[in-house]
């Protein structure tokens, strides 16, 4: 974790699998990270994660009737600089979510999102395509009439 990146409030982490954050990135209270030793979560430079999100790095295989969860299944998670995830949004394990996307709030996440891209809904979907260089939003100017 780099110096210039921020875990904020009532953040946790369960689980002995390796979480690597990068610069200037922000993880929101709230949020949950559950790893698996055997495999990594990556969330990259310049990211935002929005409170109450849940990135898990394991789950299980879908068994018989005696038992549904069975065997335990661990795979990695990666999220490309500059990604704004929403709040209450659920990444399962093995997806990459592509640089400089925009996941909308209360998304689940099951399979990859391609780079520059939003994408919503449960299960995600590609809403539209995000332009590389977005001009920088600035506020009206309060003097004005």
Same mark, same amino acid.
């Given at each position: 974790?780099?110096?210039?990146?921020?875990?904020?409030?009532?953040?946790?982490?369960?689980?002995?699998?390796?979480?690597?954050?990068?610069?200037?990135?922000?993880?929101?209270?709230?949020?949950?990270?559950? =790893?698996?030793?055997?495999?990594?979560? #990556? &969330?990259?430079?310049? /990211?935002? @994660? $929005?409170?109450?999100? *849940?990135?898990?790095? !394991?789950?299980?295989?879908?068994?018989?009737?005696?038992?549904?969860?069975?065997?335990?299944?661990?795979?990695?998670?990666?999220?490309?600089?500059? =990604?704004?995830?929403?709040?209450?949004? #659920? &990444?399962?394990?093995? /997806?990459? @979510? $592509?640089?400089?996307? *925009?996941?909308?709030? !209360?998304?689940?996440?099951?399979?990859?999102?391609?780079?520059?891209?939003?994408?919503?809904?449960?299960?995600?979907?590609?809403?539209?395509?995000?332009?590389?260089?977005?001009?920088?939003? #600035?506020?009206?100017?309060?003097?004005?009439?």
């Amino acid at each position: 974790m780099f110096p210039n990146s921020w875990i904020c409030g009532d953040v946790r982490i369960f689980g002995r699998g390796a979480v690597s954050l990068g610069r200037h990135a922000w993880i929101s209270p709230g949020t949950r990270i559950y =790893t698996r030793r055997e495999v990594s979560i #990556t &969330i990259g430079d310049d /990211v935002d @994660i $929005g409170p109450f999100t *849940v990135i898990l790095t !394991g789950s299980h295989e879908i068994g018989d009737s005696r038992k549904r969860a069975a065997d335990v299944t661990a795979a990695p998670v990666v999220i490309g600089d500059g =990604t704004w995830i929403g709040g209450r949004c #659920t &990444i399962l394990g093995g /997806v990459t @979510i $592509g640089r400089g996307c *925009v996941v909308a709030a !209360g998304t689940v996440v099951t399979r990859d999102i391609p780079d520059n891209v939003m994408a919503g809904g449960v299960p995600a979907r590609i809403i539209k395509a995000l332009d590389e260089a977005a001009p920088a939003r #600035t506020l009206p100017d309060q003097d004005a009439p």
